[in-house]
């Protein structure tokens, strides 16, 4: 594919599929556009999925080389072998970050709720730190490392909490951004360390049935959040923050990323009126922030200003 990225650099190229069929007959796909890179893609991608006989699992898909299927990278039986589980007695892994050289993977295990932690070195998946206090005190339901991995923030309940790595327990370094008495959620430290974006909400607007009210703290759902960014010098963070999306009514803004140069934050909107099917199961409400269906890709500067919608990127809903 090298002879293709320089044809790409003059416009998309069109690929078509075509099927062969008896006596010769053929089919063709309808055409789509692609490009190729001049450059090699690097590093992995790491995503959770449902697993199977594993469990849920972490998995890594290599950009080096050309190999297709992801790689294992850490499983529930992983959890199991090593005798740990959640404060509520599961295994599930769920929620997980890496710190920015790939060597140091953070685990909420049992869910939301009770929100225990752990945290492995990705390579021999030793394990630094196992927290499962009692379900009702919990530890970590989000994690986001620093520039060098020395330090974490991490959310619970609608807190950010900073924490030092470099001990077992993690050392507490106090709660952070105080002046944004909302919940807050979806914290990402830049791979600079200078900046550090993040939601803030009323959990009050969340729709919940009533089975599900003890979730309302969680903050993992964060109907009609707005996005903030601070500055930071790499361990600490400086409060008070700058409004960053404001609040949109009928529309939630969440998951905000800052660009490894810092010239960008991307984040996902949903829209409060889209398709919903409250009361079948966690996080279904329309614009909660967990899983909506109408969720799309939004651009803006670390700044602020009008956001740009990522049109080539978001599909129907």
Known sequence: TSRLAAASESGDLTLTARLAGPGGATKDSPPVSVAWAPVALTGGLYYWTSGGEDGTTINRYNFSGDATAPEVAYTENDVKAAGLKAADGTTCIGCHALSNDGKTMALTMGGSYPSSFLMIDVASKKQLTYQA??????YATQT?????????????RGKLYLRDT??????????????????????FWSASGKLFAFASFD???????????????????????????????????????????PRKPGFT????SVSDDDALVVFNQSDCSGPTRLGTGYGEGPCDGYDDLTASLWIVPPSGGA??????????A
């Open 253 to 256: 803004s969440f998951y905000p």
């Open 203 to 245: 959990p009050a607007q969340l729709m919940l049935p009533p089975a599900e009210e003890q979730f309302r703290q969680d903050s993992d759902m964060k109907t009609g959040a707005r996005l903030w960014i601070a500055a930071s010098d790499g361990a600490t963070l400086t409060d008070p923050p700058r409004p960053l999306v």
């Open 166 to 187: 470099g001990s077992d327990p993690p050392k507490d370094l106090g709660v952070q951004l105080a002046s944004i008495t909302e919940n807050k959620s979806d914290g």
């Open 133 to 138: 206090p009692a379900i009702n005190t919990g």
């Open 307 to 316: 956001p740009v919608v990522l049109t080539r990127a978001n599909g129907p």
């Open 144 to 156: 986001t490392f620093n520039h060098d991995g020395t330090r974490m923030v991490q959310m619970f």
